[in-house]
């Protein structure tokens, strides 16, 4: 956020018009021409950078004036300051068109990393990416003079490489290589001498340079990184920090794509590790090719970061950059086994002792992903078992460090990168999936579209159902981690186990209390447990509704829905028939059990009803299959009250796919069950009793009941008369005052059309069969699905037929 003082410039610079902007221009452009610019220039100048950068959209400068900033840009005779704004001011303007700035012939580094910044903002339309890499590595190549340095062309390098890595050839690659090779193994290992200004009481003797210590304050005895310490650090020493910031993608474009192939006949393990090193170290590193010679000097550089991070750091931050450099160095490392394997042996015995080091301290946590990664890279190589180093990632990890959110998000992104893990069945990383949602389920917004990505490597028929557990029981999670962190956070006093005799008043107690241990620990679990799910988690959902209006718990619950619809894609493209069944019975059963948030409830409900309908489609067999679970929640008139939208598609798949057409296994007496049963719903709630209260049900459940009703009886033509008489009663039921007193009266007109309809299809028995029940060859026709798709139409066309308007004469 920026002060007042801040948004206020800012607020007045975007007001100003383009003609204000223009004089302004004029009045800077006159200061810049004097014969030397001074302060007054240098502050119209960062005016006018600050009225360029305050916009979203380009302002528009003359011409002749961006001519101007270039000439005033390049000039010698320009103060340091001014040629800063003139290029950031071009930068801003980028792309422009009047550009004509070069770099080719520019000597001057300070110089040259301006113009490059103006040049590679320009988004390479003219080749000007390859023409500031070429020109910076020439200048790097050859002796710069005296008080030039490269300090500021390596960041230009960097960027150029970000860019367009092919713009440099592999000359030019090599020269850079055999640099940063240098930079990285031979700085000083001396600090740096700070000039004496001259003053009066300046000291007349040079002070010796003091050796760079480490970060627990020894002094350093190897060569110098950028986790040595001192007061003030030299050219050299500057050029190795910034070589190391660059070398991961330096070593990713230009360190070679092929690895070397290891000896058959060597040994792994100690043998060809000790061979390795005294190989590679007896051999003159001067005399290996460039891009050799830097994976060994880089190599060096990591192993003596690693070996520093061992030390007890002085101060909180550079404990903070030992970590950092930590995760860097193994990166590194894993680059450089991959372009050449015999470095394999050497690294594999140096991280497994690193693993063992820090996997109980909580702060390197972060450093255990790319050691992972490499063992997961070249494990198989080294023919060393790191299955503990992944069981320790996969199981401690995420249960003691959820709440951390840049950990969850490196980590997830991590099971990304390597989601065909994950197809493993046997696989510890199949197994640990319950508590990877624990990141999902603290982090829910950020981490929802990683998620997204990784959820269809984790389904499969051997996970879904738990899987589906999981999303429905997702919000559940987030609160009992919530508890889980506040007892924890309890003094020891009040952490004694709670009296089993006494029913918990809170959810701190419950963690602790024997009733509910079971439960928290399902929720809480680390690993795949499928046969291990308590018979009931109804009494911890209610308990845990307290936290129902927790912000935490809130936006988790909005990401259900989106995985929830996920999973069933996932589902429609490899489930089989009986997993389908699974999941309809499973659907049914939760619709019950779902965590007391009306907004989630309503989004679930929503969901589940239109995949109902998809699994329905996919697996039409299911309404036969399934009837007993289906006839028993078709069949409660509660669930039209509180879960509408499964009830109404419930009910519209016994309508559709209770037929012998779907499954021959469809008999007469299945028909007649389900009739019954549904026939005595919409007598529940249609009947008009003087002294009961008419149950308010959404007008699309009466019309679905109605039309399935209709449905069933053309495919058993005993049952149509009895539902002929009850839809010939709905005109009585609509005009009753307490019906008129609780629906609207486009609604109640909408039930009356329906039911006219459908009495009238069924005065045509033969019709009604042909449109409810068509043959399976026709059925999958393109008439009968616009038939099916244009049912209504199809129903006040027989209307029309059976009821003429007066005066009409049917032909």
């Given amino acids: 956020m920026f002060s007042a003082a801040a948004e206020s410039f800012l607020r007045q610079a975007r007001e100003i018009h383009e003609e204000e902007l223009r004089r302004f221009a004029g009045r800077v452009s006159a200061l810049l021409q004097g014969p030397e610019p001074g302060a007054e220039a240098a502050e119209g100048l960062r005016r006018l950078h600050l009225t ?36 950031a001011i071009l930068r801003e303007m980028s792309p422009c068109n009047d550009l004509i700035l070069r770099c080719d012939e520019i000597q001057d580094t300070k110089l040259l990393s301006l113009v490059s910044s103006v040049l590679l903002a320009q988004g390479n339309k003219k080749g000007e990416v390859a023409a500031v890499g070429q020109r910076v590595v020439k200048v790097l190549e050859g002796r710069l003079p005296e008080g030039q340095s490269a300090l500021l062309l390596l960041p230009v390098l960097a960027n150029v490489i970000n860019l367009s890595p ?22 000083s290992t001396q600090q740096g001498i700070v000039q004496p200004s001259g003053g009066f009481f300046s000291s007349p ?28 650090y030299t050219q050299d020493q500057w050029l190795n920090v910034q070589a190391f910031s660059m070398l991961r993608n330096w070593l990713l474009f230009y360190g070679g794509q092929e690895g070397k192939a290891p000896n058959p006949d060597d040994k792994p393990g100690m043998d060809r590790s000790v061979t390795s090193m005294v190989s590679t170290t007896s051999t003159s590193s001067r005399l290996l090719p460039p891009k050799e010679h830097l994976r060994e000097k880089a190599f060096e550089y990591c192993q003596r970061l690693i070996e520093q991070s061992t030390r007890r750091p002085l101060k909180k931050d550079d404990g903070d950059l030992q970590r950092a450099c ?27 002792i690193l693993h063992g080091r820090i996997c109980g301290d909580a702060t390197y946590a972060r450093a255990l992903l790319p050691i992972a990664q490499f063992f997961l890279n070249h494990s198989k190589l080294a023919a060393v078992d790191s299955d503990a180093i992944y069981k320790h990632l996969f199981t401690d990890i995420p249960a003691q460090l959820f709440h951390n959110p840049s950990l969850a998000f490196e980590f997830v992104q991590f099971c990304k990168d390597n989601s065909q893990l994950f197809t493993d069945t046997s696989s510890i990383f199949r197994h640990s999936f319950p508590n990877l949602f624990k990141f999902l389920a603290w982090n829910s917004p950020p981490l929802i579209s990683e998620f997204v990505d990784l959820l269809p ?3 499969d028929a051997g996970t879904a159902i738990e899987i589906f557990h999981l999303l429905l029981d997702l919000p559940c999670l987030t609160a009992a981690l919530d ?4 007892a924890a956070a309890l003094p020891t006093s009040e952490k004694a186990t709670s009296d089993p005799a006494v029913k918990p008043a809170t959810c701190l107690e419950a963690f602790r209390h024997p009733l509910y241990k079971s439960t928290f620990q399902h929720f809480l679990r680390t690993k795949s447990a499928p046969e291990d799910t308590p018979e009931s988690l109804i009494p911890l959902r209610q308990l845990l509704g307290s936290l129902a209006g927790n912000p935490r718990v809130v936006q988790c619950a909005e990401t259900v829905p989106v995985l929830l619809e996920l999973f069933f894609r996932v589902m429609a493209e490899s489930a089989d028939g009986s997993l389908i069944n699974q999941l309809v019975v499973l659907l049914l059963q939760r619709s019950d059990q779902l965590y007391e948030i009306p907004t989630f409830k309503d989004d679930v409900y929503r969901v589940l009803s239109s995949q109902l309908a998809m699994l329905c489609k996919l697996h039409p067999a299911l309404v036969v299959e399934l009837s ?22 419930v009910v519209w798949a016994v309508g559709e796919y209770l037929s012998v057409s779907y499954d021959k296994r469809c008999t007469v007496e299945q028909i007649t069950r389900f009739f019954e049963t549904l026939e005595a719903v919409l007598f529940e709630i249609t009947q008009l009793r003087p002294l009961a209260s008419t149950p308010s049900c959404a007008p699309r459940a009466i019309s679905v009941l109605m039309a399935t009703l209709t449905k069933l009886a053309a495919r058993s033509q005993d049952l149509i008369p009895r539902v002929s008489m009850f839809l010939s009663k709905m005109r009585t039921f609509v005009q009753s005052p307490a019906v008129t007193s609780v629906y609207c009266e486009e609604d109640l007109e909408e039930i009356l059309i329906r039911a006219t309809e459908l009495m009238n299809l069924l005065k045509m028995p033969s019709v009604a069969q042909f449109v409810f029940n068509p043959p399976m060859d026709v059925a999958s026709t393109r008439l009968q699905r616009e038939v099916n798709d244009s049912l209504p139409l199809a129903l006040r066309m027989v209307t029309h037929l059976l009821e003429p308007a007066p005066g009409c004469t049917p032909v």
């Fill in 52 to 87: 360029v950068a305050a916009t979203k959209y380009p302002r528009r400068l003359d011409g002749r004036f961006v001519e101007l900033l270039q000439t005033v840009l390049c000039s010698p005779k320009s103060p340091e300051q001014v040629q800063v704004l003139c290029a």
């Fill in 166 to 187: 092919e713009s440099l050839t592999e000359e030019q690659t090599d020269a850079v290589s055999r640099k940063l090779a240098d930079w990285l193994r031979y700085a």
């Fill in 205 to 232: 003797r040079t002070k010796q340079p003091a050796p760079v210590t480490e970060v627990d304050g020894a002094i350093a005895t190897d060569f110098f990184t950028v986790l040595s310490v001192g007061q003030h």
């Fill in 326 to 352: 930590l995760i860097e160095a193994v990166t590194i490392m894993d680059i450089i086994c991959k372009q050449d394997s015999s470095y394999v042996y050497r690294a594999v015995s140096f991280l497994k």
């Fill in 457 to 459: 490597f984790l389904l």
């Fill in 483 to 486: 508890i889980q962190l506040r």
């Fill in 628 to 649: 007993t679970e289906i006839l028993e929640f078709s069949g409660a008139v509660s669930n039209i009250q509180s879960k509408e939208p499964i009830f109404t598609h």
